[in-house]
């Protein structure tokens, strides 16, 4: 086999293996691991923004989380729920309640208005008014309870 041929067959062997591994999918623990890590992201951007409100208002920070929390909610989060990850350990054991793997109708619905709110949010930090923030943040953080209250288990 000379070089030419060589190099086509291992870009072949390379091809057939990503494609296999792309259909397989990312392990379930995987997933947990990336839905748990995306909301700690948003916890942490959520705390920023808060103690920015509630103390020496920063106008670039409260941006930056918000931008921050507007792209995790657009990032498709709902993809991270996906079957087989009912039950299992990402960093922790899942907090997901069964409930969120079967009312997908009602659990989406809390997702498209966490981005919803994200968004909003977003957009008015661009703006920097403070207290039309602090009542959009009212709003985003309510969006959080409810999918808390419907769909995670109590710590």
């Known amino acids: 086999m000379n070089k030419r041929t060589k190099t086509l067959v291992a870009l072949a ?9 792309a259909q397989q999918g990312p392990k ?8 748990q890590s995306a909301f ?7 705390g920023r923004i808060k103690a920015s409100l509630d103390g020496q208002y920063n106008k670039d920070e409260v941006l930056r989380a918000a931008n921050t929390i ?24 899942t907090s997901a309640k069964p409930e969120a793997f079967k009312d997908t109708k009602h659990f989406g619905e809390l997702g498209a208005s ?11 930090a661009a703006g920097g008014d ?5 009542t959009q943040y009212g709003k985003l953080t309510r969006t959080c309870k ?7 288990a109590k710590d």
């Open 114 to 124: 966490f981005a919803k709110e994200a968004n909003e949010l977003a957009s008015l």
């Open 146 to 152: 409810a999918c808390h209250d419907d769909f995670k």
């Open 13 to 21: 062997v390379i091809a057939a293996s990503a494609s296999a591994l």
């Open 70 to 93: 507007a792209a995790v909610a657009n990032s498709g989060l709902g993809s991270l729920f996906a079957p087989g990850t009912e039950q299992g350990k990402g960093w922790h054991d």
């Open 130 to 134: 403070a207290a039309a923030i602090k």
């Open 40 to 46: 700690q992201v948003v916890a942490w951007n959520s």
């Open 28 to 35: 379930p623990e995987n997933l947990i691991k990336w839905r």
